[in-house]
């Protein structure tokens, strides 16, 4: 059977209604409730934009190594991309290839060593793996790592700068290429190839500047320093939190409109009891 639609019989009329003292109090609460979600919305959308003159990291103050890192926390927001100076020398037989790599707008590989680390910037007897420099190719890189191992200068001891970085994420080998081939600058993998680890290992990897420290290094491998770039500022505004604030927005208007609805069908109610009792009198 279809539906009866409502006939509407004069008063009360709806206005009528939403003025009797029930339906104001329920639309105080209604209003209540949005001014909360209201202020949610600001707040939220307060916490979205990040003050621009909150401390900014510097990462381009040179500082030791040690005052940037340490084992137990890895390497965090305040430590990542900052400048760093420490001592050490290579293992002349841990060098490997990470390709491919672009270096000013062009692809090609990085030369990775394993350099034991020395006090009083770092910890001794640590291990970090440094991005030496940038090569053409993988075959170009390789000759760099002939050069590099058999130049026995390597293992001396030096002073050295570059920007400590956090690692990447791990990038598996395609199935025609070699297991052992690194597409990803992942210290822990790295830290398993190298022959020689017998101390803590960094989590994050150096790329190394080209200063006097590197100079010999980069010449004797024919290798072109690597670009170091300043990261970029965080984002200033956290959309997730614009997309909550929006939503507390939402939730308000919805009160509102969940009172005008109950009161409109209260409304149509009445007018039904009236004419269903019309229709009994009759």
Do not use: C
């Amino acid at each position: 059977m279809a539906q009866r639609k409502v006939e509407y019989l004069g008063e009360p009329t709806l206005a009528q209604v939403m003025r009797r003292p029930s339906w104001i109090l329920a639309l105080l609460l209604a209003l209540g409730i949005a001014v909360a979600f209201a202020a949610l919305a600001q707040w939220q959308a307060g916490i979205a934009v990040q003050s621009q003159q909150q401390e900014q990291v510097d990462t381009e103050s040179e500082r030791s190594l040690a005052s940037v890192t340490s084992f137990e926390q890895g390497v965090t927001d305040a430590g990542a991309g900052v400048v760093v100076r420490l001592g050490g020398g290579f293992v002349a037989d841990d060098f490997d290839v990470v390709s491919p790599r672009e270096n000013g707008g062009a692809t090609g590989a990085w030369v990775v060593g394993n350099l034991v680390t020395e006090g009083p910037d770092a910890e001794p007897g640590a291990h970090l793996a440094v991005a030496l420099g940038w090569a053409p190719s993988v075959s170009e890189a390789e000759r760099a790592i002939d050069a590099l191992t058999a130049d026995r200068v390597t293992a001396e001891s030096r002073e050295l700068t570059g920007r400590y970085m956090p690692p990447e994420g791990p990038r598996v080998p395609d199935a025609d290429e070699d297991p052992q081939t690194m597409h990803a600058m992942v210290p822990a993998a790295l830290a398993n190839v190298w022959s020689a680890v017998d101390g803590p290992v960094y989590s994050g990897y150096l790329v190394l500047h080209d200063d006097s420290g590197s100079a010999a290094l980069l010449d004797a491998a024919s290798l072109d320093p690597i670009d170091s770039v300043a990261p970029l500022p965080a984002d200033a505004v956290n959309w997730l939190n614009v997309f909550y604030a929006l939503e507390w927005l939402v939730f308000g208007g919805f009160a509102i409109f969940f009172w005008y609805r109950l009161a409109r069908d209260a409304w149509e109610k009445e007018h039904e009891m009236l004419l269903l009792q019309a229709e009994t009198e009759a």
